[in-house]
């Protein structure tokens, strides 16, 4: 039931929650706008990051990564 061209506005940033995934993504709702995280729903303490509209479908292709991953 996704959307393909929908704009996500929040992507979870946790170090836990990034990478692989833990099974199906989670599309949902924080705030009134839409989020996305590569883990499931009943996943932990999303930590929610503002992004300037992404389409969904390129955060199935390119899962958001942790920040601090970079250093
Ligand atoms: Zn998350």
């Known amino acids: 039931m996704t959307d393909a061209t929908r704009l996500i506005q929040y992507v979870c940033v946790s170090a836990d929650h990034t990478g692989s995934g833990n099974g199906e993504p989670t599309i949902t709702i924080h705030e009134g706008l839409w989020a996305f995280c590569t883990h499931t729903a009943d996943a932990a303490d999303?930590?929610?990051?503002r992004v300037d509209g992404l389409p969904l479908h390129e955060l199935l292709r390119f899962p958001p990564r942790a920040p601090q991953a970079a250093s």
């Open 46 to 49: 999303h930590e929610w990051s």
